[in-house]
């Protein structure tokens, strides 16, 4: 029989976090791969999620959110940006960010137009763009000076006659970039010159480090009237599997997702909203001192990582270390990454895979840091071996 899949998906197959997953269960190698905490967030919003299932939670809550959450959200974004949304028609639920920025995309691309990425990019952004039958045109993020930048100039390159949108990850998975302003001013001028639109994924927005500062995109001038911007629950509070995330936008842009996510999951689960609008509302201490937690765990597992032979990158955000196998002696981040439960007794992620040119990508591998400390140390106990 011929394939089922359609012809659009099928350089798709088992995600790189599914099949190192596996391998970690299959092995009991130490999951340094899949970016999720060992930890859950806290106590008191939990408490709230389990109030409300055994309440009145349980039945199918509004479409585009609970009210309580949706103005969360909005004042979350004026408290913390001075950006003003209207919560009833510019703040809209979804079930985790990765479903709104596949609702953003499917609602905005049409077939044949073109979707900007900086490479590396989360694997979900090539899929999504495919599913809208879409093209990606990727401009490249290169480590210059010990973090991962842009060349406007080849920003600006990408931008044809059917460039539609621009996809930004800020800070950025897997890279850990903050752009700085300069550099969203950078995407912004491409923006307004051509007209584009912007999707942006700030998930991480509040663990960055070293002072580094998280500037949405929409704060620019003549940003906020052309920018989806995507954020959620799970990174910001330890809460992955809850699922539950957010898009801000002016009130054409969400009519658009709202038209596609109905269709989709029509509603996220409504105990777990409630507790987001609490903890928006009361746990950002506890999200603080998440972030200065997962900075000393950032820089134990970067010091492990060089005294095991690797050279890294220092993140300025997120949960990963981005770390060059070649002073190891392996050139091939794929073939280290499957082989390395066996060898070392850790699962990483072979950066090549988040690359339309996997060559450029190929002697990384990406280390999740969001683990307890005793974790960490196991783990770089075990990747001695490597150039022992």
Known sequence: ???????????????????????????????????????????????????????????????????ALREAVAEQRRERYGLEFDPAAEVYVTVGATEGIASSVLALAEPGDEVIVFEPYYDSYAAVIALAGAVRRPVMLRPVEGRFTFDPDELRAAVGPRTRLILVNSPHNPAGTVFTREELQAIAD????????????????????????HIPLATLDGMRERTVTVSSVGKSFSVTGWKTGWV????????????????????????????????????????????????????????????????????????????????????????????????????????????????????????????KDEVIDAAVERLRKLSG
């Open 1 to 67: 029989m011929s394939e089922p899949l359609v012809g659009r998906m099928r350089e798709f197959g088992e995600t790189i976090f599914a099949e190192m997953s596996a391998i970690a269960v299959r092995t009991g190698a130490i999951n340094l791969g899949q970016g999720f905490p060992d930890e859950n967030g806290p106590a008191a919003m939990l408490e709230v999620a389990v109030e409300a299932i055994r309440g009145d939670g349980n039945q199918y809550p509004p479409g585009p959110g609970l009210p």
């Open 190 to 213: 491409v923006c307004l010159e051509h007209d584009l639109v912007a999707v942006t994924d700030e998930v991480y927005e509040y663990l960055t480090f070293d002072g580094a500062e």
């Open 248 to 371: 801000t936008a002016p009130a054409r842009y969400i009519r658009a997702v709202q038209t596609v996510k109905q269709f989709l999951t029509y509603a996220t689960g409504g105990p777990w909203q409630r507790a987001a609008a609490y903890a928006l509302r009361n746990e950002l201490p506890w999200v603080e001192e998440l972030r200065k937690s997962l900075e000393a765990k950032r820089d134990r597992l970067i010091l492990g990582l060089e005294e095991a032979g690797f050279t890294t990158y220092r993140p300025q955000g997120t949960y990963f270390v981005q770390a060059d196998i070649r002073p190891l002696g392996f050139t091939d981040g794929r073939e280290l990454a499957r082989s390395l439960p066996e060898r070392a007794g850790v699962v990483a992620i072979p950066t090549q895979v988040f690359y339309d040119h996997p060559e450029e990508g190929a002697h990384f591998v990406r280390f999740a840091f969001c683990k």
